[in-house]
């Protein structure tokens, strides 16, 4: 996406391509698996861009391992005791796989037709449909997990291997309680910018403990721990309404989220 002067064409790999009235514009090129070259012009000034395409799908291994960059947590992580955690990896078909850390043990169950969506600017490509199938897929979810980073072990026969996830894990009791004071409210979740999930919230009571002020048009919260990458965020609608946060509690191993 860009701007230029109207008078005159922009070029991408010696291509004109088309802009809006003000001179603005935003190309769509399909994109090879890889790295992809691409040059953009506009008469003596000219800007190389290199653009990856990062495959959707991960092949499991075929050798006896486990892909360490599939292993949950990837990012730290902070979770209210009794809330469902849900570990999971990608490995070798036909294997044990189990989840451990101190004295907390699980085994993974392997998924069948587990769907890999397409990232969130497909939209932009009218290119919304399931991408493929992931083969290889072990999780388990449980409500009793602890603290701590997770070490994940691998079983075929008698061969063995073992890897630990990124990040951590931590389990606490104490979140920051936060009341927003409009009448409408949506949350943006996420672990990364990839699958952002926007959730609407309507009005509700009040609650009964105390809670912390902040005002402004919008707030980050963050879950986590990677604060980059573990946040929410509360938009107001325009124009901007004066708000004392969301609350946060725990109902039966869920979080919730209170308005006034």
Known sequence: MGTAPKAGNVLVNGKPIGRSAFGHFAPTVPLQLGKNQ??????SQSVKLTIERIPSMISPPVQ??????????????????GELVCFSAIATPGSVVTVSQGDFAMELSPQNNVKVLPANAAVLTNTTQIVSEQSGVYSACTRSAVSGKYTYTISQGNQTKQAQSKGKLT???????????????ITRSDQGQTFPALRPYPRAPKPSSPVKKVTGSAWNMAL????????RSIVLPRPAVSFAALVVATDRGRQKCFFP
């Not at 691409?38 to 008469?43: E, L, M, P």
Request: charged share 25%.
């Open 224 to 231: 986590g721990l990677n604060k980059k990458r573990q946040k």
């Open 38 to 43: 691409f040059t953009v012009a506009y008469g």
């Open 171 to 185: 389990i606490k009791e104490n979140f920051p309680t936060i009341v927003v004071t409009t009448d409408q409210a």
């Open 64 to 81: 006896l391992g486990l892909i360490a960059d599939s292993l949950e947590p990837k990012v730290d992580i902070v979770k209210p005791p």
